[in-house]
């Protein structure tokens, strides 16, 4: 297997590398790169800076704004976008409610919804996770029922990141309660502004509002907002978390994280000198690079076979780089939180955040990345499709 990059491959690279270090504004990669909390007007910018280039959703289908690349132009694509600490094309409008829409959704859907994804004219979050229902997502009791032209929605989600900022929801709701878990479950498109819907903040353990609780009281629903088929959720919901997991292992954020560390501790005093001249440190940070090459080529390895069969199919080796790739991601705040001392203690007076050097923002950022092992499914969870679908066990 040849793992090299073509020259075209290479010019490609350099392409987004250039754009990204020249179109996106410096501010906004600079609050990624030190864990500041982005604004929405943050997100918004930079979104639609990408999609007036045609890069918001370069995996849609060419007809809705797609860029029709192989795996490897998107892997490049990503990996640089990371490293540029470029922030993410909103996960939950591109890869998650837009390609379901694209490929479920009937075509006064894709027509009214999907343009105005790409372009974040709507905001949108998940509600699948609830309070009974989170790795067992089949167990969830939020409910619709059908009265007319509409759904009747009661229940409850959980976890539901940006929520605060989200125009519309997607949800998982139960619609034949009679049926087994999985066989009653529908994909409803829902307006946040709709009456009888209420958001409540979750404060998390970094002390930021990020996740938050969404409650449905007797919401009415347009069953024209209904994706697919009453009762065939599900199968929707499989495909949105197979697109969930593009770019699990991070590794271009991780390579941006290694090379800040290394910059940083050359900066940071230490004794007579710098963090740069502990052996030890260094010898950390090396371990991380080294086991980061190795992840490298394994995601690599993947793309490549991408390549050559049905890349809609979910490989089961990504729950190797899942695994691996959370792990180094926490591996990386904990090298910043070191080098940040004890500077990265909470600052006393937080009414001007601008003012706050990168230390204030280290350990919230390490204790966030605590996240990374647990969503897109737990690596306990991913130890055993390891050992079922490649050990055989």
Known sequence: MDLRFTPEETAFRQEVRAFFHSEIPPEIRRKVSEGRSLAREDYVTSQRILNAKGWAVPHWPKEWGGQDWDPIRRYIFME??????????????????????????????????????????????????????????????????????????????????????ADWIFCLVRTDPAAKKQAGISFLLIDMKSPGISVRPIITIDGRHEVNEVFFDSVRVPAENLVGEENKGWDYAKFLLANERTGIARIGLTKERVARVKRLAKETPAGAGTMWDDADFRARIATVEIELKALEITQMRVVAAQSRRDSSKPDPASSILKIKGSELQQAATELLVELAGPLSLPAPVANDVDALGWEAFAAPTYLNTRKVSIYGGSNEIQRNVIAKAILGL
């Open 80 to 165: 640089e976008l990371m490293q540029a600490a470029v922030p993410l094309p909103l996960q939950f409008n591109c890869f998650m409610v837009g390609p379901v829409i694209a490929a479920f959704g009937n075509e006064a859907q894709k027509r009214r919804f999907l343009p105005r994804i790409a372009n974040l004219d709507d905001w949108w979050c998940q509600g699948f996770s609830e309070p009974g229902a989170g790795s067992d997502l089949a167990s969830l009791k939020t409910r619709a029922v059908r009265d007319g032209d509409t759904y009747v929605v009661d229940g409850q989600k959980t976890w539901t990141t940006l929520g605060q900022y």
